[in-house]
């Protein structure tokens, strides 16, 4: 139960994370790093898409992270939400911004593809496309939340309702290219055994997605420690109005 | 510079985008960092001062 008690008292919480803020930030620009390098100059070109399809290698991870980080966020938000466990809620204020980066990612790098591609940047009837967008709109939206809430306590109630709320999109992305008639292929790479490209692209998919997911977590945990810190400055300074 | 084909203006655009926006987001969770301690170290000073004797 020791372990425990790090998510439930923010004072254990400052005096653990700082090792694993730091550890998991640095793996994570390493790997993406090496990822990149890896991407531009050792991954041949694929046998029909050409260079293209290294954009697959950015783009497909940040997807992944854009969905893991929002159901991590809607969890914290239950945990916040039932228990009032004092962490919860400013963890997933802190993976808010993170998860909208990712997102924003996503939504760029695959249009980016899709012009050389399919022949346009955007295509509103595409419903992957569509629910991915609503997906950012609810990250922008909870982060809005604890921006316009004037105390804390209701910015912390409103803004979970919200992120619970919006985890059933998660679903609705992930089987939108079954449910509807979409641009959007269910594999990128085709299966042909002349596919060189094709070898190297679950590696460079689980690459970028530990360096994401590593660098996710670093910076999660750095905006947790600055949220503590933000809180309790706020909280010394009501102290010292209320003497005065 | 790496050797791409026909498509290289799209890679070096989302290479080029992912690296600019995740080193804003280190950066900007850098930054919250340090501004979060300062308000947090000034708020203590402050206290420290009103207990002394």
């Given amino acids: 139960m020791d372990a425990f008690s790090v998510f439930n008292n923010p004072h254990k919480f400052m005096g653990a994370s700082k090792p694993f803020a730091w550890g998991f930030t640095l793996l994570g620009v390493a790997i993406i790093v090496w990822g990149i390098y890896q991407g531009l100059y050792v991954v041949p070109a694929d046998f029909r898409q050409g260079d293209a399809a290294k954009i697959m290698f950015v783009h497909v991870p940040a997807s992944w992270l854009s969905l893991f980080i929002y159901l991590f966020m809607a969890c914290a938000s239950f945990i916040s939400f039932v228990w009032r466990s004092p962490l919860a809620d400013i963890c997933a204020k802190s993976c808010a911004?993170?998860?909208a980066v990712f997102t924003a990612l996503c939504l760029f790098t695959g249009s980016v593809w899709g012009k050389p591609m399919w022949g346009t940047w955007w295509e509103w009837s595409d419903p992957r496309i569509v629910s991915v967008v609503i997906l950012f709109f609810f990250y922008l939206g909870y982060m809005a939340i604890w921006q316009a809430m004037e105390t804390p306590q209701k910015?912390?109630?409103?803004?979970?309702?919200?992120?619970?709320v919006g985890a059933i999109n998660l679903p609705i992305i992930h089987y939108s290219v079954?449910?509807?008639?979409?641009?959007?292929?269910?594999?990128?790479?085709?299966?042909?055994?002349?596919?060189?490209?094709s070898e190297y692209k679950w590696p460079m998919y689980i690459t970028f997605a530990l360096g994401y997911l590593a660098l996710f977590g670093g910076l999660t945990l750095f905006n947790m420690r600055a949220e503590v810190n933000l809180r309790r400055a706020?909280?010394?300074?009501?102290?010292?109005?209320?003497a005065a | 510079m790496p050797t791409l084909d026909k498509y290289a203006p799209y890679i070096f655009a989302a290479y080029g985008v992912a690296i600019v926006a995740l080193a804003g987001l280190v950066v900007w969770t850098a930054w919250r960092a340090i501004q979060a301690k300062k308000k947090l170290d000034a708020a203590e000073a402050g206290e420290h001062r009103e207990t002394q004797p």
């Fill in chain 1, 97 to 99: 911004p993170i998860g």
């Fill in chain 1, 178 to 197: 079954e449910w509807w008639n979409s641009l959007h292929q269910t594999t990128t790479f085709l299966t042909d055994r002349q596919v060189t490209t």
């Fill in chain 1, 234 to 242: 706020e909280m010394l300074i009501q102290r010292k109005q209320v």
């Fill in chain 1, 155 to 164: 910015a912390s109630r409103a803004a979970a309702i919200l992120c619970m």
